[in-house]
T-cell receptor, first 109, second 115 residues
Framework: KNEVEQSPQNLTAQEGEFITINCSYS?????LHWLQQHPGGGIVSLFM???GKKKHGRLIATINIQEKHSSLHITASHPRDSAVYIC???????????FGEGTQLTVNP | ETGVTQTPRHLVMGMTNKKSLKCEQH?????MYWYKQSAKKPLELMFV???????ENNSVPSRFSPECPNSSHLFLHLHTLQPEDSALYLC??????????????FGNGTRLTVT
C-alpha cells in the first residue's frame, strides 16, 4: 500500500463543474504539495501547505493534519484544467517527497 | 518557461547506445534532482545533489550515471539500458535541500524510449 493514496484515479467533468480531488497519507508530514502535470510532461507546483487552506485563483487546497487528509478543489472548471494532479508529502527526515499515483482529470466543453 | 530546461525532449536509443540527458536551471537553486516517471506509477526519486555533491542515490542501477559539474547543470549519462528503462525522466530543483518544505521546480522532462 502506497503511503500516499489519491482518489479518484480518473475523473471526467463538464465545463463549469466543481471538482474535488482527495489525498490521504499514512505518515507524519511537515508539508503537502499539490502538483499539476500537463500532457507534455512538465510538472508545475500548485500549492505547498502544512495547515489550513490556501487559494489561488480557481484552485483551493485544504489539509487536515489530524485526519491525514488533503483536498484540491477546482471551481468553475475549464477544459484547460485537464491534467494529472499529483499529491506529494514531505516528512521531516530526509530530503525526499513521497508521491501519489496522480488523478487524471478531463474537463469536457 | 519553467526555469528548469531539459534536453532533449524525446530520445530513442538502442540498448547498446550511450547517451546523456541534460538539465539546466538558472534559478539560483542549490539542490537538483532526477526523477523517473513510468506509466501508471508514482514519481521515483533517482538522485539528489546539493551544492554539486551527491547526497542520495536511491538504489539506481549503475547503467544510470549522474553528473553535477556545477550548481546550475545536471546530467544523467545512460549506457546499456533495458527496454524497461523507457520512461519520462524529470529534472527538478529547489532552493535548498529539504524539499519537504521547499517547492520543487520541474523541467518538462525527457521522454526516453529504449528499443
Amino acid at each position: 500500500k502506497n503511503e500516499v493514496e489519491q482518489s479518484p484515479q480518473n475523473l471526467t467533468a463538464q465545463e463549469g463543474e466543481f471538482i474535488t480531488i482527495n489525498c490521504s497519507y499514512s505518515v507524519g508530514i511537515s508539508a503537502l504539495h499539490w502538483l499539476q502535470q500537463h500532457p507534455g510532461g512538465g510538472i508545475v507546483s500548485l500549492f505547498m501547505l502544512s495547515s489550513g487552506k490556501k487559494k489561488h485563483g480557481r484552485l483551493i487546497a485544504t489539509i487536515n493534519i489530524q485526519e491525514k487528509h488533503s483536498s484540491l478543489h477546482i471551481t468553475a472548471s475549464h477544459p484547460r484544467d485537464s491534467a494529472v494532479y499529483i499529491c506529494a508529502v514531505g516528512v521531516t527526515s530526509g530530503s525526499r517527497l513521497t508521491f501519489g499515483e496522480g488523478t487524471q482529470l478531463t474537463v469536457n466543453p | 518557461e519553467t526555469g528548469v530546461t531539459q534536453t532533449p525532449r524525446h530520445l530513442v536509443m538502442g540498448m547498446t547506445n550511450k547517451k546523456s540527458l541534460k538539465c539546466e536551471q538558472h534559478l539560483g537553486h542549490n539542490a537538483m534532482y532526477w526523477y523517473k516517471q513510468s506509466a501508471k506509477k508514482p514519481l521515483e526519486l533517482m538522485f539528489v545533489y546539493s551544492l554539486e555533491e551527491r547526497v542520495e542515490n536511491n538504489s539506481v542501477p549503475s547503467r544510470f550515471s549522474p553528473e553535477c559539474p556545477n550548481s546550475s547543470h545536471l546530467f544523467l549519462h545512460l549506457h546499456t539500458l533495458q527496454p524497461e528503462d523507457s520512461a519520462l525522466y524529470l529534472c527538478a530543483s529547489s532552493p535548498r535541500l529539504s524539499s519537504y518544505n521547499s517547492p520543487l521546480h520541474f523541467g518538462n522532462g525527457t521522454r526516453l524510449t529504449v528499443t
